[in-house]
């Protein structure tokens, strides 16, 4: 592919309430495009938990090695086809607290992303996924966007493996995404 991206956390988990658990830990992530290629290393604080109805929401906290600070929410729900294939509408929008010129995100609210997964649940921690990512950059972002030539809005083929495994009562999420 031309270019493309991917994020990986490593996240240390702790519940504090019944359907909440306190994340921390660590966020991998690399972009490329044609002439381009960048990865950093970011500090994650989440929240991340079942609402009511059975949404599962995650709020995230991303401090970069640069000092960059960002914010994500995402909202999805697990649609279940049979005991073991599950289609999941997500949606994640994207906040910056500051201009990051390296990164193309203006300051405010950076994107937008709707998401249908289908995944396969191999067991509950492992299920490989296929999907549809539906992108739409907004704010300053977009007018980066426009101003370099670039799309505000993308379509993606998604696919991964979605895993988690826990160390003792605590858990440890490795979700790449």
């Known amino acids: 592919a031309d270019e493309g991206e991917t994020e990986t956390d490593f996240l240390y988990a702790r519940l504090i309430t019944p359907f909440w658990n306190f994340q921390v830990g660590a966020q991998y992530a690399n972009e490329w ?37 960002t914010f994500a929410f995402e909202g ?37 992303n709707l998401d249908l997964r289908l995944r396969y649940e191999i067991l509950r ?6 999907g549809l990512r539906y992108r739409l ?8 966007a426009e101003r370099a030539g670039r799309d505000s809005e993308q379509v993606y083929v998604l696919g991964g493996l979605r895993f988690a495994f826990s160390l003792s009562r605590a858990g440890v999420f490795v979700t790449p995404v």
């Open 76 to 112: 999805e729900y697990n649609v279940r086809i049979t005991q073991r294939l599950v289609l999941q509408p997500r949606a994640e929008l994207g906040f910056a607290a500051q201009d990051i010129p390296k990164r193309r995100l203006g300051a405010g609210m950076t994107d937008a």
């Open 125 to 130: 921690e492992m299920a490989p996924y296929v």
């Open 137 to 144: 950059l907004v704010g300053e972002t977009d007018d980066i």
């Open 33 to 69: 495009a044609v002439d381009d290629y960048g990865d950093r290393w970011s500090g994650v604080i989440a929240l991340q938990g079942l609402a009511p109805y059975k949404f599962e929401l995650d709020h995230s906290l991303y401090l970069s090695e640069d000092g960059d600070v």
